[in-house]
Structures are given as structure tokens and as C-alpha cells.
């Protein structure tokens, strides 16, 4: 299992997180290993089936973490016909983007940093759609 030390990043930035998490309905075993335990979880297709990160999906999201000034707490996996896609939901250092990201996140849409496991150079940070099911998040655009 994946974990992270969560004291290292800003309380606010944690409860931001926890915050989010609770809006966008994943399950509270999740949010409370979040918590407890600094482990994010990975949502799958298609039922939103809840997945610790695996060790790549771990190193990804820390570099991320480093190069942005940003907390994952929440991933979620596609299959596309680019190849399969894994979208990190975040939250940014900037508390001035903090109520406007809260108000895209009710309309199932969000800001990530995708990786494209095909095509490397081709991640990026961009916005999704996505349905919260199972206790966890489907991607839907």
C-alpha cells in the first residue's frame, strides 16, 4: 500500500481535500485511509471500484506533487482507444482557485493532471467530466 506523509503538506490543503472528497461522494473508508493514512485511491471503470495506487501510479503522482506544489487525493483510471489514461484529482497550492474548482466539482468537472501511459509527452493538466458511482468516480469525458 501506498502512503503518503500528509503532515507535510498544508492543513488547509488536507481539509480542501477531505472536503472534496466528502462533495463528490467517494465512500468514507476511502476518505478516512485518506485521512488516517495519506493513501489515495485509484477509481476504476466501470463501477467506481476503489484501488490503492500501485507503486507507478504512486511515483507519477509525486512527481506531480513536487514539480506543481500540489495534494492528489483521488485518481481515476480510463480505457481509451489512446491507451489506457489515469486522471489525478488535486488540489493546488493557490487558495484563490480553491472556491471556483469547489463549484466545477458540482458539476462533475474538474481540473487533473492526466497521464497517458501510451504517450508520456501527450499527459497533462486539463479538465474532465466525471459521475461519482460505487462510492468512487467514473470518467465520462
Not at 500528509?6 to 472528497?21: G, H, N, Q, T, W
Not at 488535486?90 to 482557485?97: D, F
Not at 462533475?108 to 493532471?113: G, I, Q, R
Not at 467530466?129 to 469525458?141: E, H, Q, W, Y
Request: glycine letters at 8%.
Amino acid at each position: 500500500m501506498n502512503r503518503k506523509d500528509l503532515s507535510k503538506y498544508s492543513p488547509d490543503m488536507v481539509a480542501e481535500a477531505i472536503e472534496r472528497m466528502k462533495m463528490i461522494g467517494i465512500i468514507d473508508d476511502a476518505i478516512n485511509q485518506f485521512k488516517n493514512d495519506g493513501v489515495v485511491m485509484c477509481s476504476e471503470p466501470p463501477f467506481g471500484a476503489l484501488f490503492w495506487l500501485d507503486d507507478e501510479q504512486a511515483e507519477i503522482a509525486a512527481q506531480f506533487e513536487k514539480d506543481y506544489e500540489a495534494l492528489v487525493y483521488l485518481a481515476v483510471k480510463s480505457f481509451t482507444i489512446d491507451g489506457t489514461m489515469i486522471s489525478f484529482f488535486y488540489v493546488s497550492k493557490y487558495r484563490e482557485e480553491w472556491e471556483e474548482d469547489r463549484e466545477d466539482l458540482k458539476g462533475n468537472y474538474t481540473l487533473t493532471y492526466t497521464h497517458n501511459f501510451a504517450a508520456p509527452d501527450c499527459s497533462e493538466i486539463g479538465g474532465i467530466d466525471f459521475r461519482s458511482v460505487g462510492g468512487g468516480v467514473i470518467r465520462t469525458a
